[in-house]
């Protein structure tokens, strides 16, 4: 079953990335050539056994990515359900890490440290060179990395290595299931 749950999880985080390129790739040989990439780097992610050290560095560096791509939204966002959503992305992924560090303070030799993924700063600077197509780059990105987070907290729910952090894994999943059922509805 950890087996399935891994390979799950390896497989959404491939489709969530691959879903991510810059709103200037359309060719479909660039895509498949991305989405061939992205699917070994999640393959060797599955292979590597989850420490709770690992799951902290990847929930800290989603909350630190969906707070300033949601303050790019508020400033460059141009509908207002862009900006609505962006304000809650804020407010929530701010709570997150909140909870996150209560959580990692109950595990031993946890630390958090926020850092952004390379995957990540290149979403942002995407979204800095969006121009006009800022509202779509945005909600398709906030739905890939809704996507590859939810599989992230859902596979470290069923099993990780740390109870406090299971139980912020469970409790967040439901939170970002309702997050990626909002970004797909955005324009």
């Known amino acids: 079953m950890t087996k399935q749950i891994l390979f799950a999880t390896a497989g959404a985080l491939a489709l969530a990335l691959a879903g991510c390129g810059d709103a200037e790739e359309e060719a479909p040989m660039e895509d498949t050539a991305a989405a061939d990439q992205t699917s070994v780097a999640a393959d060797d992610m599955a292979a590597q056994p989850q420490t709770a050290q690992q799951f902290v560095d990847a929930v800290a560096g989603s909350d630190m990515y ?38 990692a303070a109950q595990a031993t030799g946890v630390t958090v440290n926020p850092q952004m993924t390379p995957k990540q700063q290149q979403d942002l600077q995407a979204l800095r060179d969006a121009g006009e197509n800022f ?50 509805e955005l324009p």
Do not use: W
């Not at 099993?159 to 059922?181: I, S």
């Open 66 to 103: 969906e707070i300033e791509a949601s303050r790019l939204a508020q400033e460059n966002g141009t509908s207002e359900g862009v900006k609505s959503f962006a304000q809650m992305m804020i407010d929530d992924h701010t709570s997150s890490s909140t909870k996150l560090k209560d959580a």
């Open 135 to 184: 509202d779509q780059t945005y909600a398709q990105q906030q739905v890939a990395a809704h996507e590859a987070t939810l599989a992230l907290l859902q596979g470290y729910a069923a099993n990780g290595d740390n109870e406090a952090l299971k139980a912020f894994a469970q409790e967040t999943a439901t939170v970002v299931e309702g997050h990626l059922t909002q970004a797909r």
